[in-house]
């Protein structure tokens, strides 16, 4: 029975990164189930086995790109990291993902508002649990004195992940661009407004 779960979980997470990959090179509204299918070499009706419309293979996707980037946070909330360290393993783990799991980050920054309000409940519950765990790291560096008292933390948060999305959206298409450069330079520019 596990080796039957196992092999429809690759399976389904082929579908996944086959509509990522998709979604990401297409745009939503551009690419169909059709698209997905053949991605994937397999026939149109057999992709509804992993999703049954393209709305749900587009929520797939957008799951998968939150939830890895949650998985990281956790990980790093056990370790005891200054807050420069910490900030400077969030933007190159940012980078990082934009070498290897690019499709995840386009698709989630650029389409996820094209799945319907009444959908996209488990995405806002990982994108809340997401900033909240940005939140304790940032609260943990106050008490510790590495981040300015006045700063409010909830406003910081918003800010650095603004800073996040930007990189996002230009550096997957520049990456002859050090990433060491962009994440020292970027880590430079956050820090020198929030560290105490």
Not at 30 to 48: C, H, M, P, R, V
Not at 159 to 166: D, Q, Y
Request: hydrophobic share 35%.
């Amino acid at each position: 029975m596990a080796d039957k779960k196992s092999k429809y979980d690759q399976r389904y997470m082929a579908a996944v990164d086959a509509a990522a990959a998709v979604f990401a090179d297409k745009g939503y509204h551009g690419a169909g189930t059709l698209d997905i299918a053949e991605k994937l070499n397999i026939k149109q009706g057999s992709l509804y086995y992993y999703f049954p419309s393209k709305e749900a293979a587009l929520e797939a996707v957008c799951l998968e790109g939150i939830k890895y980037g949650v998985a990281y946070l956790e990980s790093l909330l056990q370790e005891e990291r200054s807050f420069a360290e910490t900030i400077k393993a969030i933007l190159h783990h940012t980078l990082s993902s934009l070498h290897d799991r690019a499709d995840y980050m386009i698709v989630f920054d650029d389409e996820r508002q094209c799945i319907p309000v009444e959908r996209r409940g488990r995405i806002r519950e990982q994108s809340s649990y997401y900033h909240k765990l940005l939140e304790q790291i940032f609260r943990r560096a106050q008490q510790r004195g590495e981040m300015k008292r006045h700063l409010d933390i909830y406003i910081s948060v918003r800010a650095f992940t603004g800073l996040l999305s930007s990189i996002s959206s230009w550096y997957h298409t520049q990456q002859d661009i050090d990433s060491e450069a962009v994440a020292e330079q970027y880590s430079e520019m956050f820090l020198g407004g929030s560290c105490a």
